[in-house]
Antibody, heavy 120, light 107 residues
Framework: QVQLVQSGAEVKKPGASVKVSCKAS????????INWVRQAPGQGLEWMAW????????GHAEKFQGRLSITRDTPIGTAYMELSSLTSEDTAVYYC?????????????WGQGTLVTVSS | EIVLTQSPGTLSLSPGERATLSCRAS???????VAWYQQKRGQAPRLLIY???NRATGIPDRFSGSGSGTDFTLTISRLEPEDFAVYFC?????????FGQGTKLEI
């Protein structure tokens, strides 16, 4: 069965960077895009970025321009989201999610979420 | 950027009743690129509907989606106790793939 397993919770100081991993299993990693979505405490969902694991192409929301990096390690079926210059506004649960089917942006499979807390 | 506005913010109903949740887009959307998700406290979202009206795997038929252009609707025909949660719509046709702010369905 499709599974996305994310790395554990992180506590970071303002100005630092965080890197969250998302290990995929149960399907061919390169066949489906991975998206990253975050959710601040008590708030709604915020789409951040997509990754095509086959060719490494990415796209992201403009608000993260310059401080968001989405990468992958294809042999181990893992995607990464790195966010730099953290502020308290980046405190959130970060999710990776897979396309429900190829060529669709609907997200049918989700990781368990990774809580990132930014605090001095 | 396409902004999705969901209404109402909170919907108070009883089990057995019908729920109608709205999602309005700031620009016309392709029908293929609208999805609905359910999220329960402490859990990741779950895909309910994709392509406006298609139910995802294992989703009961009391959930249905409809709409076109800028107005989309999620309907739950007869509420079960497990349906009380937060619901989000999403458009994934134009980057950034935005979500609505959510509708909380409460008992």
């Amino acid at each position: 069965q499709v599974q996305l397993v994310q790395s554990g919770a992180e506590v970071k100081k303002p100005g630092a960077s965080v890197k969250v991993s998302c290990k995929a299993s149960g399907y061919t990693f390169t066949d489906y895009d991975i998206n990253w979505v975050r959710q601040a405490p008590g708030q709604g969902l915020e789409w951040m970025a997509w990754l095509n694991p086959n060719d490494g192409n990415t796209g992201h929301a403009e608000k993260f321009q310059g401080r968001l990096s989405i990468t992958r390690d294809t042999p181990i079926g893992t995607a990464y989201m790195e966010l730099s210059s953290l502020t308290s506004e980046d405190t959130a649960v970060y999710y990776c999610a897979r396309q429900f089917y190829s060529a669709s942006g609907s997200l049918g499979y989700w990781g368990q979420g990774t809580l990132v807390t930014v605090s001095s | 950027e396409i902004v999705l506005t969901q209404s109402p913010g909170t919907l108070s109903l009883s089990p057995g009743e019908r729920a109608t949740l709205s999602c309005r887009a700031s620009h016309s959307l392709s029908s293929s690129f609208v999805a609905w998700y359910q999220q329960k406290r402490g859990q990741a979202p779950r895909l309910l509907i994709y392509g406006v009206f298609n139910r995802a795997t294992g989703i009961p038929d009391r959930f249905s989606g409809s709409g076109s252009g800028t107005d989309f609707t999620l309907t739950i025909s007869r509420l079960e106790p497990e349906d009380f949660a937060v619901y989000f719509c999403q458009q994934h046709g134009t980057s950034p793939y935005s979500f609505g702010q959510g509708t909380k369905l409460e008992i």
